[in-house]
Every structure is written in structure tokens, then in C-alpha cells.
């Protein structure tokens, strides 16, 4: 089935430990995104991938890093994980959307992070 | 500025009856596109319905419809009939354009509202 593929699905870490999300999508999509959500404030764009080999922050960047090496995976880096960085992380792809068409995302399953 | 306000952060409402769920934006953008996206308890998003900014009539997806009021902006989510499974969390986002035309599709969502369906 086509989609995106989030791993792990849920982690539990140690304050000061590096950790890497992963996804990857099989539905040749441009564009990439991650995601965290947080009650009360919904879901903030970490960072972003408009192609392969360009990056680009989000609205709540700090603390985390992002590659695109290939079309298909867009891991998410936490190089020192804060209690603060506890929440659910969603990775989306899209087309990238013009006047034809929506742009609409498809997300991934979400990765569960506790920091503890 | 909040670009997306979702004001209502829980709604109930009977089975079979409508709702409506309440999303404001804020853009100085002439081109962009409202979603509105389903989060049941098992946690994935579903894409629900969308509507471009220059489209000029109502978004309608079976039993969703976006009213969509652009002097207002505001783009509320109706559900009619409302049914068990509608239960979940709803979330309002905006695509803006930029000059240029294309934009590539960061979402800015709103904080959600969570729907209750009573039976």
C-alpha cells in the first residue's frame, strides 16, 4: 500500500541522547515535512523539503535537523533530546500543490517521543 | 498573529444532528486553500475536505461541507448527520500562495476542536 512510513512508532529516551525519526514515502512526492503535535497548540511544521537536496525551517526548528538525500526518505535528527521535545511527530509528503491541484498532505502514522 | 484560530476546543453534539465546527484564518495572500483534516483516537490524519480561495462555491464532500465566508474568513466545517465514528479531533489549516503562484504546501493548522458524537 502507498504511503508513508514512520519508524519507531514509539520511543522512550533519556534526556541528552541523539535519536533520528525516520520516514520514508513511496508516492514520489516533492515535497516533505515534519510535523509535532501538542495539545492545545495542534500540529507545528519543524521543518520542511521542497525537493531533494534543499531543507528549510519551520516554524519551531530548534533542536532539530533534517536531511533529503533522495526523493523518498526525510529522516529527523534530535542531536541532544530535551524533556521539552516530548510529543507526537508526523512526517508528510505532497505533490506541492499549485492552482491544479490542492496540495493536500498525507501524513504518516506518527512517531510517539517521550523524553524523559 | 494566529494564522489559523479554531476557538471551540470541544463540541458536542447528538447523533444524526449536524455540527459545525468553527475556523478563522488570517492572510494578506489573495491565493490560498483551507483543509480541514480528521484525527480519530487511533491517531492518523484523514484529509477531509479543501477549498481554494478563488472557488466559488462551497466545498462540499458527502457529508462535509465548508462554509466558506471569505470577507469574514472564515471556513467552518458543517458535518450533517452525524454518526458515531465522527468522534475524533478536526483540524482547520491554510496553504498560502505566494507571488509566483506555486507554493510548495506547508500547512499552518489550527489548535483543533474535538468532536463528541452522543448517541
Known amino acids: 500500500i502507498a504511503g508513508i512510513t514512520q519508524a519507531p512508532t514509539s520511543q522512550i529516551l533519556a534526556a541528552g541522547r541523539r535519536m533520528t525519526l525516520r520516514c520514508t514515502q513511496d508516492?514520489?512526492?516533492?515535497?516533505m515535512y515534519w510535523y509535532r503535535q501538542d495539545l492545545g497548540l495542534g500540529l507545528r511544521l519543524i521543518h520542511y523539503?521542497?525537493?531533494?537536496?534543499?531543507?528549510g525551517k519551520g516554524e519551531v526548528p530548534d533542536g532539530y535537523s533534517v536531511s533529503r538525500a533522495n526523493t523518498d526518505d526525510f529522516p529527523l535528527t534530535l542531536a541532544s533530546a530535551v524533556p521539552s521535545q516530548t510529543s507526537v511527530y508526523f512526517c508528510?509528503?505532497?505533490?506541492?500543490?499549485?492552482?491544479?491541484?490542492?496540495?493536500?498532505?498525507?501524513f504518516g502514522e506518527g512517531s510517539r517521543l517521550t523524553v524523559l | 498573529a494566529q494564522k489559523i484560530t479554531q476557538t471551540q476546543p470541544g463540541m458536542f453534539v447528538q447523533e444524526k444532528e449536524a455540527v459545525t465546527l468553527d475556523c478563522t484564518y488570517d492572510?494578506?495572500?489573495?491565493?490560498?486553500?483551507l483543509f480541514w483534516y480528521k484525527q480519530p483516537s487511533s491517531g492518523e490524519m484523514i484529509f477531509l475536505i479543501y477549498?481554494?480561495?478563488?472557488?466559488?462555491q462551497n466545498a462540499t464532500e458527502g457529508r462535509y461541507s465548508l462554509n466558506f465566508q471569505k470577507a469574514r474568513k472564515s471556513a467552518n466545517l458543517v458535518i450533517s448527520a452525524s454518526q458515531l465514528g465522527d468522534s475524533a479531533m478536526y483540524f482547520c489549516?491554510?496553504?498560502?500562495?505566494?507571488?509566483?503562484?506555486?507554493?510548495?504546501?506547508?500547512?499552518?493548522f489550527g489548535q483543533g476542536t474535538i468532536l463528541t458524537v452522543h448517541p
Open positions: 477549498q481554494g480561495s478563488y472557488d466559488q
Open positions: 523539503s521542497n525537493t531533494a537536496g534543499t531543507t
Open positions: 508516492m514520489r512526492h516533492n515535497a
Open positions: 489549516a491554510m496553504r498560502e500562495f505566494y507571488a509566483g503562484g506555486t507554493s510548495y504546501g506547508k500547512l499552518t
Open positions: 492572510t494578506s495572500d489573495p491565493s490560498y486553500g
Open positions: 508528510a509528503s505532497s505533490d506541492g500543490g499549485g492552482f491544479a491541484n490542492t496540495g493536500e498532505l498525507f
